[in-house]
Every structure is written in C-alpha cells, then in structure tokens.
C-alpha cells in the first residue's frame, strides 16, 4: 500500500473489534469468590499466586458472532454476584 506525502500510512478501516479474552483481577475473584469465577461458561487460566490469583478467559478463535455470544455469556456468569 503506497504511503502519503509524509511518509505516513493513511488510515484503514481494519473491521470491527473482537473481544479475545478477558482477565479478572485478583480483586474481583475475591469479590465474587474463587469457585464461581472458575465455574463459567469459560474455562479460565490461573495466573499469579495462589492467594491472589487473576483469572484469564481465553475466548478462542471462532467467528466474531460466536466470539461475541461466548462473551455475553461469560459477563452474565461472573455478573450474576454483584448484586
């Protein structure tokens, strides 16, 4: 792709965005405790220490509506105790 004048690439619409994963502090794992955190609709990595730990949601790579639908899941799961 040829650049501008300036040497500057000009702008490209690059899609929409697509969530790939979502990483739950150790705050709010203990906020709304460990065993539901891990018990989702996604199997969450453990990173960290094991008394404080932050989870990570790997969402995969499917196609942006699945990606998107896993998501909503997931938020729903993990909001369900704040209340």
Do not use: C, K
Request: hydrophobic content about 35%; cysteine-free; aromatic content about 8%.
């Amino acid at each position: 792709m040829p650049g501008a004048g300036d040497t500057h690439y000009r702008p490209v619409l690059g899609g929409a965005a697509t969530p790939v994963g979502l990483a739950l502090g150790p705050g709010p794992v203990s906020e709304i405790g460990l065993a539901h955190a891990r018990s989702g609709p996604v199997t969450p990595e453990v990173i960290g220490p094991r008394w404080s730990p932050t989870l990570w949601y790997p969402l995969g790579e499917d196609t942006p509506p699945r990606l998107w639908q896993r998501f909503r899941a997931l938020m729903s799961h993990l909001g369900r105790m704040r209340n």
